[in-house]
């Protein structure tokens, strides 16, 4: 095993998070964490890639076992370029600064049998870094997540979107034994996440993914570990093979623990009226057995929440018109002469690369925006409710949606 997991407990104040979690990742596994929000996925990566310890239990690593973590956050440097950071992330730059020096000892005939040596030593470990083809291998993963123009640009100058690619380039440049990536798929438009899925499906080596794009799943995992309640369970298939197994699992858990309380409670009712009679010794006897009697959890039940999302009113047929639509930020035109007209109880998906002005069109259509040329018109009786990237609007499309 790369990595071993064995009886870790974790918990934060009072709020205990791992329970006994154990689990093993072995060479070429790829593995989907999955569990709802809050119980403790990120708190398992990080404590694998030793950013965390546990409060007891083990996490323990075979060998040299290298492990590259992709956090939610980006971390860049706002001063280097692109290509710098892609260069980081091989771990090359403190060799090139040795070798640099070592090398103009040797030309200059200073160097000792012990620079030699060193020397030597270094130049393998350069090339077992990727040192001769980082380069090449940086520009195929940047321009799969579509940065193929942003080699030289420094990374403070970079969108939001761009500097996640950019994060996510790094650690997937880099020649760990054991990837882990915390939603990476987050922000990524639909090219970049389909070369993503090509990416990590034809990873050579370990791999733990949590995201919630269920086809990023079914397409890279070959295993998936669900955390419920502070544990954990293995499934080993993928996400399409866990979802039918967990529903059988869950059934028969159920069966069991219906059977035994429904044991438990003849036995007690048994105990009950017998521990005084003529068969007190055999109440006494089922009694001390109860008492031994391993109790099976009760299984978690997965409560649904339903929102009463239903218009206040009836809207007339046309619920949008965008006429003659054109939008410039600076010099760059993002769109222009865009017709359109939305009717009541139709549903349209907006796609497109990253900066291509999606998110610049549905604030035009919220009203929060004025188009640079046409104008946006509103059907009779047609309200908005805007859910935006930041959920600055979430309370109160909430309370607009379900007031009465």
């Known amino acids: 095993m790369l990595v071993s997991l064995s009886d870790v407990h974790k918990t934060y104040g009072e709020l205990k998070v791992l329970r006994g979690v154990?689990?093993?990742?072995?060479?070429?596994?790829?593995?989907?964490?999955v569990g709802r929000n809050g119980s403790g996925k990120t708190t398992i990566l990080r404590l694998i890639a030793g950013l965390e310890e546990p409060d007891s239990g083990t996490v323990s690593s075979a060998g040299r076992t290298g492990i590259a973590f992709r956090p939610q956050q980006n971390d860049l440097e706002p001063d280097r370029t692109v290509m710098q950071e892609m260069k980081s992330a091989w771990g090359l730059e403190e060799l090139e600064s040795e070798l640099k020096l070592l090398d103009a000892r040797i030309e200059s005939g200073e160097a000792t049998e012990k620079d030699k040596n060193r020397q030597a030593?270094?130049?393998?470990?350069?090339?077992?870094?990727?040192?001769?083809?980082?380069r090449h291998e940086s520009e195929k993963?940047?321009?799969?997540?579509?940065?193929?123009?942003?080699f030289h640009k420094k990374?403070?100058?970079?969108?939001?979107?761009?500097?996640?690619?950019?994060?996510l380039a790094k650690i997937l440049a880099g020649s760990g034994d054991l990837l882990i990536l915390d939603e990476p798929s987050n922000h990524l438009d639909l090219d970049t996440t389909i070369w993503l899925e090509q990416f990590?499906?034809?990873?050579?080596?370990?791999?733990?993914?949590?995201?919630?794009?269920?086809?990023?799943?079914?397409?890279?995992?070959?295993?998936?570990?669900?955390?419920?309640?502070?544990?954990?369970?293995?499934?080993?298939?993928?996400?399409?093979?866990?979802?039918?197994?967990r529903q059988v699992r869950r059934d028969n858990k159920r069966k069991a623990y219906e059977r035994q309380q429904e044991f438990i409670a003849r036995e007690q009712e048994f105990i009950r009226r017998n521990i005084e009679g003529q068969k007190?010794?055999?109440?006494?006897?089922?009694?001390?057995?109860?008492?031994?009697?391993?109790?099976?959890?009760?299984?978690?039940?997965?409560?649904?929440?339903?929102?009463?999302?239903?218009?206040?009113?009836?809207?007339?047929?046309i619920a949008l018109r965008l006429e003659?639509?054109?939008?410039?930020?600076?010099?760059?035109?993002?769109?222009?002469n865009l017709d359109l007209e939305l009717y009541r109880g139709e549903k349209i998906g907006i796609i497109g690369p990253n900066?291509?002005?999606?998110?610049?069109?549905?604030?035009?259509?919220?009203?929060?925006?004025?188009?640079?040329?046409?104008?946006?018109?509103?059907?009779?009786?047609?309200?908005?409710?805007?859910?935006?990237?930041?959920?600055?609007d979430l309370l109160r499309m909430l309370r607009h949606l379900t007031s009465p």
């Open 22 to 33: 154990t689990f093993g990742v072995a060479p070429k596994d790829r593995i989907a964490l």
């Open 121 to 134: 030593e270094l130049w393998d470990l350069f090339e077992h870094r990727g040192g001769h083809v980082w």
């Open 141 to 150: 993963i940047l321009h799969g997540l579509g940065l193929a123009n942003s």
């Open 155 to 167: 990374t403070r100058v970079l969108s939001g979107g761009e500097k996640t690619k950019v994060s």
């Open 200 to 245: 990590l499906a034809e990873y050579g080596k370990a791999l733990i993914i949590v995201t919630h794009d269920r086809h990023l799943m079914d397409r890279v995992a070959t295993c998936v570990i669900e955390l419920e309640n502070g544990q954990v369970e293995v499934y080993n298939g993928p996400y399409e093979f866990y979802v039918e197994e």
């Open 280 to 317: 007190t010794r055999q109440a006494q006897g089922r009694r001390k057995k109860l008492s031994r009697l391993k109790r099976l959890q009760k299984p978690y039940s997965e409560r649904s929440y339903k929102f009463p999302l239903e218009p206040r009113s009836r809207s007339g047929e």
């Open 324 to 336: 003659d639509l054109s939008i410039e930020l600076g010099d760059r035109t993002l769109f222009k």
């Open 355 to 392: 900066g291509c002005g999606k998110t610049t069109l549905l604030r035009i259509i919220a009203g929060k925006l004025d188009p640079s040329q046409g104008r946006r018109r509103l059907g009779s009786g047609v309200d908005i409710s805007f859910f935006d990237q930041e959920h600055t």
